[in-house]
């Protein structure tokens, strides 16, 4: 079957650095991904990780292990603006087939 | 503007009726989805097209006919809405081969059956 965990709520402080944990089990792999949806708003692709380790984009890094079937977004320097849902998706096959399975998303509360 | 984007915003409609919701993106992807989104926040897929063939169809009641005319465009139609069919419809694009730039997603259809 397809399993994608992620807490549901995360509580953290304005520059602060926060942590946001995936794993997942799913029958295939090629990639994946995370996604930052605002209340009301389109998810926005936030980083894609295929291979081991780690992926640094600004204040936001994410992190897979293929073995461990394990991911975490990173995000240093915490501002209000970052008060949202973030979404771990797995896309399950290499070609056109593969679609995104998604987590149910943790929503993060940025507090002053 | 490069992007995907899908009409109507908002729709609240009757049981029974029919409604159709229009996705186009002029990204150049070559691969377009449709998604819905519950009360829960749970995205799941509904259809994919690839180069407008229909390559992937999950378990979606048969009420539910997308169509693409060509492969920048891919709508969604629903006959005989149901008060569960309530929920954010998210179309969604890629190019395959070029999974570092992710899905672009569309700003979302809020689908209200009463």
């Known amino acids: 079957g397809q399993n994608i965990d992620q807490p549901t709520e995360m509580t953290a402080t304005e520059g602060a650095i926060v942590q946001i944990n995936c794993t997942y089990q799913?029958?295939?792999?090629?990639?994946l991904f995370w996604y930052q949806q605002h209340a009301g708003e389109a998810p926005t692709f936030l980083s894609y990780n295929v291979l081991d380790g780690l992926e640094e984009k600004g204040r936001f890094s994410s992190f897979l292990s293929r073995s461990k079937g394990y991911s975490y977004l990173l995000l240093k320097e915490l501002q209000m603006k970052d008060s949202a849902s973030y979404l771990c998706a797995v896309r399950d096959k290499y070609n056109q087939g593969g679609k995104l399975i998604f987590g149910q998303g943790t929503e993060l509360s940025v507090k002053p | 503007d490069t992007a995907v984007s899908q009409t109507p915003k908002y729709l609240v409609t009757q049981m029974g009726n029919d409604k159709s919701i229009k996705c186009e993106q002029n990204?150049?992807?070559?691969?377009m989805y449709w998604y819905k989104q519950d009360s829960k926040k749970f995205l799941k897929i509904m259809f994919s097209y690839n180069n407008k063939e229909l390559i992937i169809n999950e378990t979606v009641p048969n009420r539910f006919s997308p169509k693409s005319p060509d492969k920048a465009h891919l709508n969604l139609h629903i006959n005989s809405l149901e008060l569960g069919d309530s929920a954010v419809y998210f179309c969604?694009?890629?190019?395959?081969?070029?999974?570092?730039?992710?899905?672009?997603f569309g700003s979302g259809t809020r689908l209200t059956v009463v």
């Open positions: 969604a694009s890629s190019q395959t081969g070029e999974m570092v730039y992710g899905y672009t």
């Open positions: 990204l150049g992807h070559d691969t």
């Open positions: 799913t029958s295939g792999f090629n990639g």
